[in-house]
């Protein structure tokens, strides 16, 4: 069994910085790729920042320069470091790993979401 979960979340001001995790846990063999997801208040979910088994990497265009997605495989994480947070950045973050258990079997696996709030 996997289980994943995130931290790091918080309260911040405009133009502070956050950094977010998300590990998996478990029978883990590899993470295959890694999301990180928001959805602000009242709007709909959308892809923040991705990076998959080769650190190919794609960022929103409304974070690009200002969030790095990275991943630790020896510690099956991924990290969200986010830069400059503007308002529009609250939302709930959430991260999503297609994760390997043997060479052959994956599970899709989404954390529970960690509240990031951007206010003075």
């Known amino acids: 069994q996997v289980q994943l979960v995130e931290s790091g979340g918080g309260l911040v001001q405009p133009g502070g910085s956050l950094s977010l995790s998300c590990v998996v846990s478990?029978?883990?063999?590899?993470?295959?790729?890694a999301d990180w997801y928001r959805q602000p208040p009242g709007k709909e979910r959308e892809l923040v920042a991705t990076i998959d088994v080769r650190s190919t990497i794609v960022y929103a265009d409304s974070v690009k320069g200002r969030f790095t997605i990275s991943r630790d495989s020896a510690k099956n994480a991924v990290y969200l470091r986010m830069n400059s947070l503007k308002s529009e950045d609250t939302a709930v973050y959430l991260c999503?790993?297609?994760?390997?258990?043997?060479?052959?079997?994956?599970?899709?696996?989404w954390g529970q979401g960690t509240q990031v709030t951007v206010s003075s």
């Open positions: 999503h790993a297609q994760v390997l258990t043997t060479q052959f079997h994956t599970e899709d696996l």
């Open positions: 478990g029978n883990v063999f590899a993470i295959k790729a």
